[in-house]
């Protein structure tokens, strides 16, 4: 890889309802009207560019997202569960401010009840799954993913270990990143997963 184009997926009827979804098994959760017009602007804002794999989670809602954003190109197209939204475990299907909440108020090595993941253990996910994408062989490469992946990603490249708050990312905006910067990124979360902590805001 050469140059990561990265976006989280556009708003979804889960999103727009303020409903919590970490499992790609749990229900239907398609793009909202909204999400399908962030697509096609997506798609515009890519217009020209040449793209040579898309990588999409597991999950509807990103592989929906990069259908509508490519408008029919013939692509080569990579599936990583390592990619998909947190686990969250009991707050599945409930309300995603709940959910916020406790992640705000705990560590990063704790789980939420019910069988869910730790942030920690999201992040450790996450690089795994951007290092087999940083390791392909294609040259440019469009990852449409989730936001807590796409934020974890963004803060290391700033230079940033991970925060219990993280800054909101916008729907189905794409940002752009060299392949020298993807792994700088990721050595960082490596060493921060070593002793997982957050920094202050």
């Not at 999400?35 to 890519?46: H, I, P, T």
Request: hydrophobic share 40%.
């Amino acid at each position: 890889m050469e140059t990561l184009i990265l976006a989280r997926h556009a708003e979804s009827e889960c999103s727009a309802r303020g409903i919590v979804n970490g499992d790609p098994r749990s229900g239907d959760c398609p793009l909202s009207e909204r999400g399908e017009k962030e697509a096609r602007a997506l798609g515009r804002s890519l217009t020209g560019r040449e793209i040579d794999l898309y990588v999409t989670s597991e999950f509807a809602r990103t592989q929906q997202t990069e259908r509508i954003a490519l408008g029919g190109r013939e692509l080569p197209w990579l599936e990583l569960a390592e990619l998909n939204d947190i686990r969250v475990g009991a707050f599945e299907g409930g309300a995603l401010d709940l959910y916020v909440t406790w992640a705000h108020e705990n560590a990063p090595e704790e789980r939420p009840p019910g069988g869910g993941e730790s942030r920690a253990e999201a992040a450790a996910r996450f690089v795994r799954g951007f290092r087999i994408v940083l390791a392909r062989p294609e040259r440019t490469i469009l990852v449409v993913t989730h936001g807590l992946a796409v934020s974890f990603l963004r803060e290391a490249i700033a230079g940033s270990a991970p925060r219990a708050r993280h800054v909101p990312v916008p729907y189905a905006r794409p940002f752009e990143y060299s392949a020298a910067e993807l792994a700088r990124a990721l050595e960082l979360l490596e060493v921060w997963l070593e002793d997982p902590r957050w920094i202050a805001p």
